[in-house]
């Protein structure tokens, strides 16, 4: 029975929860590893920070953050930060402030008007200045079978970075030294623009992590 078990568990595949769970714990080293390796070879120390939805809703936590990554940016450290999916299931994205560029990487080079990849007359997206329904629609489900959330996901990272002040680039991670082109503005990809206003950190939780609960009751003269 207990080798049945082990069996069972050994042949569970990537995509359900517990085997992307029990992926991203082992990746999520192996990342790490990665960073630190290529920083210090710059002489550039680097800071792990595992988030996930329930950080940025408890007002005391998300000010933390904030503190946390305020002092290691200006002691000159790069903090990695990655959603704790090793607890977390929903795919998590945070804007920042104005003088940020949120730089999404994926296995496409932006948005389509369809599915490239089943679609022969999808045509590529350079600009998007508005995140509509009809958009949203369009960016269709996940982009690879081993991904967790596809374009869809990236389009609600972007459109609550780009509220936030923070202009957005979707592009592929396959183009070589895509993040150096990226920030240069000669990436191939989608780019987002952002609000013409940033809103402050307050606000930002208001908007987007504070929980809200309650009944709102119109009358018929209010509603009038």
């Not at 069996?7 to 990342?31: R, Y």
């Not at 200045?129 to 990272?157: F, H, Q, R, V, Y």
């Not at 923070?166 to 990809?189: D, H, Q």
């Amino acid at each position: 029975c207990d080798g049945r078990r082990r069996d069972k568990h050994q042949s569970a595949g990537l995509n359900d929860a517990g085997g992307k769970q029990a992926a991203a714990a082992v990746g999520q080293g192996l990342l790490m590893e990665e960073y630190t390796k290529n920083l210090m070879a710059y002489q550039i120390p680097c800071a792990q920070i595992l988030l996930n939805r329930s950080d940025f809703e408890d007002r005391r936590r998300y000010k933390n953050i904030f503190g946390s990554l305020s002092v290691l940016l200006g002691r000159g450290a790069i903090p990695i930060i990655n959603e704790n999916d090793t607890i977390a299931i929903e795919e998590l994205k945070v804007g920042d402030n104005d003088t940020s560029l949120l730089i999404l990487l994926t296995d496409i080079d932006g948005l389509y008007t369809a599915n490239p990849k089943s679609d022969p007359n999808a045509r590529h997206i350079d600009v998007v200045n508005e995140i509509t329904p009809e958009l949203t629609a369009a960016a269709g489900g996940a982009g690879s079978g081993n991904g967790t959330g596809g374009m869809t996901t990236k389009l609600s990272a972007a459109s609550l970075a780009t509220r936030a002040g923070v202009p957005v680039l979707i592009c592929s991670s396959a183009e070589e030294n895509n993040i150096v082109r990226a920030v240069k503005g000669t990436a191939k990809g989608t780019y987002f623009t952002a609000s013409g206003h940033n809103m402050k950190t307050r606000l930002q939780w208001m908007a987007f992590y504070a929980p809200s609960a309650g009944n709102l009751y119109v009358d018929e003269g209010a509603a009038e």
